[in-house]
């Protein structure tokens, strides 16, 4: 009996977590002028977003490069069209697993 509940525990958060990497985003913005100090917001998952990622990320995608107009554009589209769940500090090592290891001058 108890290893029943054991495989069941384990479906159970198998389900959450796929769940969680389907439906949420971990997004990074990185210290720019507007935001010294740089932020991390959990919202629910857009059509062009991944499970972690950050403006720079979305331009070097969607453009093939980053500029300050396009962090400022992603920012915002994505902020207003998505619904914040949490807010975090900024995470460095989020913010690189975003933008596979490249960072991008202020």
Do not use: H, W
């Amino acid at each position: 009996m108890k290893k029943k509940g054991t495989i069941l525990s384990l479906i159970i958060l198998a389900v959450i977590a796929l769940i969680i990497y389907t439906q949420i985003t971990l997004f990074v913005i990185p210290p720019i002028g507007a935001i010294p100090e740089g932020k991390t917001v959990v919202i629910l998952r857009l059509n062009k977003t991944n499970f972690i990622d950050s403006p720079d990320a979305l331009c070097e995608r969607i453009q093939g490069g980053v500029s300050l107009l396009c962090r400022g554009v992603m920012i915002g589209g994505v902020l207003n069209k998505s619904e914040i769940i949490m807010r975090l500090p900024y995470s460095k090592t989020l913010y690189l697993m975003s933008t596979n290891g490249k960072t991008y001058s202020r």
